[in-house]
């Protein structure tokens, strides 16, 4: 079936990056595009991200545009988030998800990763 | 960018009542809209797409309707597993923006 795990997650200062990975399995990975979606503790879901099957096209939410940058690995079934200039308003839990495939809707979730950004 | 909108923000209902959840996008975005349901602690899961279409394992007690900008979805007979926060989600063009969500439990 289908799985996605993140990993990467963490404490990190102010101002520093992160990387943060999706693993795939159970499904053809190539065939999908793939978004990144957070969640602020006690907070409602916010989507940051998304690459297209082939990476030919990425969108990003006005609040990380230019500061993360999504991207895949096919040949690995890897997706990834580089963050940059974190910000305290980054904590969240950072969840990967399976585009529909046609659509831009979310069929399948990863159990996320915690980033806390702290000084 | 389209903001959406959804209400009410919380609601009790006794198991067995019908509950109806409102979202609201700022322009038309055609039937573009997804619901989904988070229990608490757990990961978001898929309920509805393109705003009536029901997600496959989803209990039918649980519908959607709307177009252009008024959308609603509707738990016809609630259930103990059904408390959850809710939220919708329009794909009709990027940002692919959530609601503020609909946290529904038991009287």
């Known amino acids: 079936q289908v799985q996605l795990v993140e990993s990467g997650g963490g404490v990190v200062q102010p101002g520093r990056s992160l990387r943060l990975s999706c693993a795939a399995s159970?499904?053809?990975?190539?065939?999908?595009?793939m978004h990144w979606v957070r969640q602020a503790p006690g907070k409602g879901l916010e989507w940051l991200a998304v690459t297209w099957s082939d990476e030919s096209n990425t969108y990003y939410a006005d609040s990380v545009k230019g500061r993360f940058t999504i991207s895949r690995d096919n040949s690995q079934n890897k997706l990834f988030l580089q963050m940059n200039s974190l910000r305290a308003e980054d904590t969240a839990a950072y969840f990967c998800?399976?585009?529909?495939?046609?659509?831009?809707?979310?069929?399948?979730w990863g159990h996320g990763t915690l980033v806390t950004v702290s000084s | 960018d389209i903001q959406m909108t959804q209400s009410p923000s919380s609601l009790s209902a006794f198991v067995g009542d019908r509950v109806t959840i409102t979202c609201r996008a700022r322009?038309?975005?055609?039937?573009?809209l997804a619901w989904y349901q988070q229990k608490p602690g757990k990961v978001p899961e898929l309920l509805i797409y393109a705003a009536s279409i029901l997600q496959s394992g989803v209990p039918s007690r649980f519908s959607g309707s709307g177009s252009g900008t008024d959308f609603t979805l509707t738990i016809s007979d609630l259930q103990p597993e059904d408390v959850a926060t809710y939220y919708c989600?329009?794909?009709?063009?990027?940002?692919?923006?959530f609601g503020p969500g609909t946290k529904v439990d038991i009287k």
């Open positions: 998800a399976r585009d529909h495939g046609v659509a831009y809707y979310f069929d399948s």
């Open positions: 159970g499904f053809i990975f190539s065939n999908y595009g």
């Open positions: 322009q038309d975005i055609s039937n573009y």
């Open positions: 989600q329009k794909y009709y063009t990027a940002p692919f923006t």
